[in-house]
């Protein structure tokens, strides 16, 4: 694969609490290219977000801690937020929207002097200038009677107005990498298209790479270009998202897929019986197995390998091994080759 | 059709002071049969929690009526009402987390409607709390802990064994499964499923996430502004939506499908909900309506049938859309 606009590799994060060493992220490769779409899925605790805040730097150190791994913007190192030179990527380079626009803005705070501050700290603005630019901001990400809305406070706004506002200040500093964890869960619907309408024409006019962090299956279809599926710390199918779709090649994700409501009336939805992994002491092999209808003896012995099911889909599941028996509904390539 | 719970005309509004008021629920009319699901879906201060409280009592009502298997509830209940209806008439709530004492174990969580009901004394209780427990997937061993040791979906199965455990007639499901991961909220849909055919349930199923609210229900209810606007068999009213808000809500709703979302139109509605306080005269949808005429903003247009369902909507009034 030639380099990337953003490249991480093997991160590992963990957190020490009172039952002992949480191991969050254990090992997690991605890249996104600009112009492109990578979500990241998966369900509660699954690591997802913390991947992303130890990118930015969010990660509080005591008690969380970064154990390897690197994340390369255009081939400059900048895990934890901060470039190899000395520079801040936060907020300039790499924006960051969150899941809940009521807490994630600053009560005390106008809309405009927030919007306005990333553009003060990272770009030199005056403030005259900085607020003139949250105007236009504002009515960028299209709410209406900007110059008015920029003086109220984050109390005054609906969840939908604020989730713009937040998108405003991410984009303020036109970064290359927009990262949004979760920017529709506390929406209605309506209100969800019309934010990810938004994001899609905003990447369309920046050509900025957005990776998207969701439990969501219908935002990932209706937004994502590629696909990286989560589960207990690590990503267990990355693809295309029409591979991940409708060749999904891990039991995991099949299961998602399973667990949810199809075309047909009153059929019985499959869950996924049971729950996640303890992280204090992650399993030695497949960390799926206990709640997989197709466990091999070798998936509690061995970590599974990273297999290539085709050129940009992975999985990692010991079914994709040429002498494994494959399940029907698992596609996977004639000739596989793996890569550790 | 003689339904189990009968709503006419029923009014919640919530005095602001200075004569402003909150039309949370105005002038709702629905009939649930016996051993029907009936989804209510619509956005968040539609008033759709509202009117599932307002019907078991937890608010008063403001103006009309509520009947129970032909009986008139009380507008307002006293203590000794809520004894009486609530052994007939649960609700499960809509967030496992703060919905549950923290401070009682998760046994007196269970079995509190029994006693309080006296249905059972102490140890006929704890029997039953032990059987709800194994029926809702959890175990005898989990008796004597407490919420916070419990997961999102367990602590909702507790929440539905605490309700189902007086052996309700109808049962109100306020989000029951918002707050729940993908591969859990089919565990607990499941299961209600399962409790609802065993039991003989009248569910009123309120939540927001369309697709599962089509799967679990026999007919739809689409709230808007306090209001019902659509009410049909839930197929019906997913696949081939007539009011049009309940077609923009539907096509909002993204689906698990890579392609059919390329093919997609965008059907972006413009601006969000209005405030319930100062409640537009006409059609509450005409100022965000693609369809608008002239006559939707000066007429309230009332639920009429529509190709065997129950439509509010002047589009319809000549029976066919215009």
Redesign the interface.
């Known amino acids: 694969m030639s380099a990337q606009l953003l490249e991480v590799r093997n991160l590992k994060v963990e957190f020490d609490t009172y039952g002992g060493i949480v191991q969050a992220v254990r090992g997690v490769d991605f890249s996104v290219d600009a112009g492109r779409t990578l979500a990241i899925v998966g369900?509660?605790g699954c690591g997802k977000s913390v991947t992303v805040q130890a990118i930015m730097g969010l990660i509080p150190r005591p008690p969380g801690r970064i154990t390897a791994g690197s994340a390369q913007l255009r081939g400059e190192s900048v895990l934890g937020g901060i470039s190899a030179g000395g520079k801040e990527i936060r907020g300039a380079e790499i924006g960051m929207i969150f899941q809940d626009p009521m807490s994630s803005l600053n009560p005390t705070m106008t809309i405009g002097d927030q919007i306005a501050e990333p553009l003060v700290v990272h770009r030199g603005y005056s403030q005259a200038q900085a607020l003139a630019r949250a105007v236009e901001l504002l009515e960028l990400v299209r709410i209406p009677e900007a110059e008015r809305r920029a003086r109220q406070y984050p109390f005054e706004f609906?969840g939908?107005?604020l989730q713009r506002a937040m998108i405003a200040m991410a984009i303020a500093c036109k970064p290359t990498v927009l990262i949004a964890d979760e920017p529709t869960t506390a929406l209605?619907?309506?209100?969800?298209?019309?934010i990810?309408?938004l994001l899609g024409d905003l990447q369309q006019e920046t050509g900025m790479a957005i990776i998207l962090i969701t439990?969501?299956?219908?935002?990932?279809?209706?937004m994502?270009d590629e696909v990286a599926v989560m589960y207990a710390g690590e990503i267990v199918e990355r693809g295309s998202?029409?591979d991940v779709?409708?060749r999904p090649a891990h039991p995991y994700t099949l299961?998602?897929?399973q667990?949810?409501?199809g075309n047909q009336?009153?059929e019985?939805?499959?869950?996924?019986?049971g729950?996640p992994p303890d992280l204090f002491a992650p399993p030695s092999g497949c960390a799926y197995t206990a709640r997989c209808p197709h466990a091999m003896k070798i998936c509690e012995a061995r970590h599974p390998l990273r297999f290539q099911v085709s050129a940009q889909h992975e999985s990692l599941c010991w079914l994709q091994h040429a002498q494994a028996p494959r399940p029907p509904q698992l596609s996977a390539a004639d000739a596989l080759e793996s890569r550790t | 059709m003689s339904g189990l719970v009968r709503i006419n005309e029923l009014v919640r509004y919530f005095d602001l002071g200075k004569g402003q008021r909150v039309h949370a629920v105005d002038h709702v009319s629905l009939d649930i049969a016996e051993r029907e699901v009936v989804g209510l879906v619509g956005?968040?201060g539609s008033g759709k929690s509202t009117l599932g409280k307002t019907l078991l009592g937890l608010h008063d009502k403001t103006a009309g009526t509520v009947t129970y298997r032909g009986e008139e509830l009380p507008a307002r209940y006293h203590p000794k009402d809520f004894q009486r209806f609530a052994r007939r008439m649960q609700m499960i709530f809509q967030d496992p987390y703060s919905s549950l004492n923290p401070r009682m174990t998760v046994g007196e969580i269970i079995a509190e409607g029994l006693l309080l009901n006296r249905l059972a004394n102490a140890s006929e209780a704890r029997g039953r709390t032990v059987d709800w427990l194994q029926r809702v997937g959890l175990n005898a061993d989990h008796l004597s802990r407490y919420p916070h040791e419990f997961?999102?979906?367990q602590r909702q199965r507790i929440g539905i064994a605490r309700a189902l455990i007086v052996n309700p007639e109808f049962v109100v499901c306020d989000e029951p499964i918002s707050a729940l991961?993908?591969?859990?909220?089919?565990?607990v849909?499941?299961l209600l499923?399962e409790l609802k055919e065993s039991l003989g349930l009248t569910m009123l199923f309120i939540a927001?996430d369309?697709?599962?609210v089509?799967?679990i229900s026999d007919r739809m209810a689409v709230m808007y502004l306090g209001a019902l606007v659509e009410i049909g068999p839930a197929?019906d009213v997913y696949f081939e939506p007539l009011h049009p808000y309940t077609q923009?809500?539907v096509?909002?709703?993204?689906?698990?499908?890579?392609?059919?979302?390329r093919q997609?139109l965008?059907?972006?509605?413009k601006g969000?909900?209005p405030s319930p306080v100062n409640v537009p005269e006409g059609c509450r949808f005409a100022g965000r309506c693609p369809h608008v005429m002239d006559v939707c903003r000066q007429q309230t247009p009332a639920l009429r049938e529509v190709q065997g369902r129950l439509v509010a909507c002047h589009l319809y009034d000549g029976g066919e859309q215009k």
């Open positions: 369900e509660s609906s939908g107005m209605d619907v309506t209100i969800q298209a019309q990810l309408d439990h969501d299956l219908g935002v990932v279809a209706r994502a998202v029409d779709f409708y299961g998602l897929k667990a949810m409501p009336r009153h019985l939805l499959r869950p996924i019986e729950s | 956005e968040s997961s999102g979906g991961d993908v591969s859990v909220q089919a565990q849909v499941n499923n927001h369309l697709s599962m089509r799967y197929d923009i809500l096509a909002s709703n993204p689906e698990p499908d890579p392609e059919s979302e997609r965008s059907t972006t509605i969000e909900i």
